[in-house]
């Protein structure tokens, strides 16, 4: 597939895999647009920036209003916000931050391209999830949770838009080797024998995904088995991810007491 003169928005661009994605699809001639809180991006002449942001209701209302003005034939939501630790301790403020640019944030950039994109009769939407979303993990309640919304909302979008040509493509990659997981994940990572990607391996596997129109792809194996089996017997990966709660909890209450 080609993407030379397709406009490209990415949200989180300027992160560990949307950099990359930015790159591959500059180096491929697309017009890229970066929407990111960051105040200035060096990916590649081709790549803009859009600061915004997403966690904010007026924030996103703003970037919606702007990109609802070009014509973007493929938006990625790649974005993403994530909490480890035990969820009655999260703050309110950082509950519904999870929700907004985890779920909210998507949702509303899909609805500010989808009337230009009908019009031309074609257009591709890309939410990027995570396994997490489909075996949810106990410590990570508002990230599964708002990821699970992501895979549901892209899920109904794809059967409402199929008429129109217009392509949804979900991606869940497991972990990956990013600053999103800060050092109480990665000591997790370490204590569970959790298998992480690195970004240019997850950004390839996203490129190929785009590129094939998948409607769904989730990265990594056996994690790819695990999210068929949580489907059809949950209670067996309850009893499964048993052990992994109990030195998620340890972690958590070392990092108290320090």
């Known amino acids: 597939m080609s993407f030379n003169n397709q406009r490209v928005v990415i949200t989180g661009g300027a992160g560990g895999i949307g950099s990359l994605l930015c790159q591959d699809f500059a180096r491929q001639g697309a017009n890229v647009t970066v929407i990111d809180r960051v105040e200035h991006i060096d990916v590649a002449a081709e790549v803009s920036l859009l600061q915004a942001d997403l966690g904010s209701m007026e924030g996103i209302q703003k970037v919606c209003a702007d990109i609802a003005e070009q014509q973007v034939d493929i938006l990625i939501n790649l974005a993403g916000v994530q909490y480890f630790g035990l969820f009655e301790e ?32 074609r257009g ?5 999830g995570s396994t997490f979303a489909s075996i949810n993990f106990a410590h990570f309640v508002t990230y599964s949770s708002s990821k699970a919304g992501l895979k549901g909302f892209s899920e109904a979008l794809r ?42 391996y997850v950004a390839a596997k996203i490129m190929q995904a785009i ?15 695990f999210v068929r089996v949580n489907a059809l017997l949950p209670r067996i990966v309850d009893q499964a991810l048993a052990a992994n709660d109990k030195k998620a909890r340890t972690i958590i209450k070392q990092t108290e007491v320090v």
């Open 90 to 121: 999260q703050s309110p403020e950082q509950v519904l931050l999870h929700y907004m640019v985890n779920l909210v944030a998507p949702a509303m950039l899909t609805q500010s391209v989808l009337p230009s994109m009908k019009a031309l009769g």
């Open 124 to 128: 591709h939407i890309v939410n990027v």
């Open 159 to 200: 059967r409402e838009v199929a008429a129109d040509g217009i392509q949804v493509t979900y991606v869940a990659p497991r972990a990956v080797k990013t600053a999103l997981n800060n050092e109480m994940v990665m000591q997790l990572a370490a204590a569970i024998k959790m298998n992480m990607d690195s970004p240019e």
């Open 211 to 225: 590129s094939a129109r998948k409607k769904e792809h989730f990265i990594g194996f056996p994690e790819s088995l």
